[in-house]
């Protein structure tokens, strides 16, 4: 029974025009949230972990290349750091806002991002790190470089900060 009631309003939202006519259709759904009831899009990368919710900031006009500021003891060790949604989403193992930030504008091939595919073959997440290397013009492929470091936060041993250092 349920199919039969969802099956129309899915066809209806494509017919529409993909996510807009969806929120035509359903416009309580979480996709149209506004950001700012959600934090921060650093937030939404780790702790909420929906793509809906990273969404929501990206579709009210947020960059999905700009650096975001991350104080989250998990993936900084108590510290602060500065890091790409795209490098965080693969830190936080998020295939489905990795997805997200690369089909609305995330450039693997930047300096911010270029180790992303990196940090995703060093979590095990070979099909995330395929997927980035997909948007990765030829001409901007990287060799990952050794990491020294044995830090338990993968992400710190990816991130670097680009005006002291350089991977």
């Not at 129309?8 to 939202?13: F, I, K, L, W």
């Not at 807009?20 to 996709?31: A, D, H, I, K, N």
């Not at 989250?72 to 193992?93: F, K, N, Q």
């Not at 270029?114 to 060799?143: K, N, S, W």
């Amino acid at each position: 029974m349920a199919a039969l009631i969802a099956t129309p309003a899915v066809v209806a939202a494509v017919w529409l025009g993909g996510i807009e006519g969806y929120r035509l259709v359903q416009p309580e759904s979480p996709l149209f949230r506004r950001e700012d009831s959600l934090g921060s899009l650093a937030q939404a990368i780790t702790v909420c972990c929906r793509v809906e919710d990273a969404y929501a900031f990206i579709r009210a006009g947020r960059d999905p290349n700009e650096p975001l500021t991350i104080d989250d003891p998990e993936y900084t060790g108590g510290g602060s750091i500065t890091v790409s949604p795209l490098m965080l989403a693969v830190a936080a193992g998020n295939g489905n806002v990795v997805m997200m930030l690369l089909s609305f504008g995330a450039q693997p091939d930047l300096p911010q991002n270029r180790l992303a595919g990196c940090l995703a073959r060093a979590l095990g997440q070979t099909e995330m790190a395929t997927i980035i290397a997909t948007y990765v013009r030829e001409d901007a492929r990287t060799t990952c470089p050794e990491r020294s470091s044995n830090d338990q936060r993968p992400l710190l041993r990816w991130v670097f900060d680009e005006a002291t250092a350089a991977p």
